[in-house]
């Protein structure tokens, strides 16, 4: 997303830059927590022995604020129509989503206890860069294929989309 606001920056940066936050801690009564990824990265993004679930649209938007200051736009809770507004216009979105990118059982749902209270994740959380759109389809770029505008049903991405919070963060391109 910050490539296409001409912020040429790379992703290992931008991975030491966002908060972060453990993947479960004990406090001093010995109470355990998860992590929360609506205020910072979950676990560890560096290594696969460790557990790491990844980041909701807060920290995102914090962090892009860094580089385009006053320009970031948190649409979490908008319409999905807000959302192809943007991209119809030639800026893409960051969206919070699922690897299946349809709408998931609640059975594929827990909630984690932490110190904010209870947030409901997902391990097949995922988050995806939305390009475009027609009418029976969104495209997007994936960061676990080097695909550009990969293709989605719109209906079923949208319900995945909404399932996971309805997130997304985007910028202003003046």
């Not at 606001?5 to 030491?16: P, Q």
């Not at 990824?37 to 790491?52: A, D, K, R, T």
């Not at 097949?124 to 860069?129: G, M, P």
């Amino acid at each position: 997303l910050l490539h296409y606001a001409g912020i040429m920056v790379d992703k290992m940066t931008l991975a030491e830059e966002i908060e972060k936050e453990p993947a479960f801690y004990r406090d001093n009564d010995g109470q355990i927590y998860h992590g929360n990824p609506y205020y910072g990265f979950v676990g560890s993004m560096y290594n696969l022995g460790e557990p790491g679930y990844g980041a909701y649209h807060e920290p995102v938007r914090e962090l892009m604020e860094k580089y385009l200051p006053g320009k970031t736009i948190d649409l979490t809770g908008c319409d999905f129509q807000d959302i192809l507004l943007f991209i119809s216009e030639g800026v893409p979105v960051w969206v919070v989503a699922n690897v299946l990118f349809k709408e998931l059982e609640d059975a594929d749902f827990q909630t984690w206890h932490t110190k904010q209270g209870p947030v409901k994740i997902t391990y097949r959380e995922h988050a995806v860069l939305l390009t475009g759109y027609d009418e029976e389809s969104v495209y997007f770029n994936d960061p676990l294929d080097s695909r550009k505008n990969k293709k989605a049903a719109r209906s079923s991405f949208q319900a995945a989309w909404e399932q996971m919070g309805a997130q997304g963060v985007t910028y202003l391109p003046y």
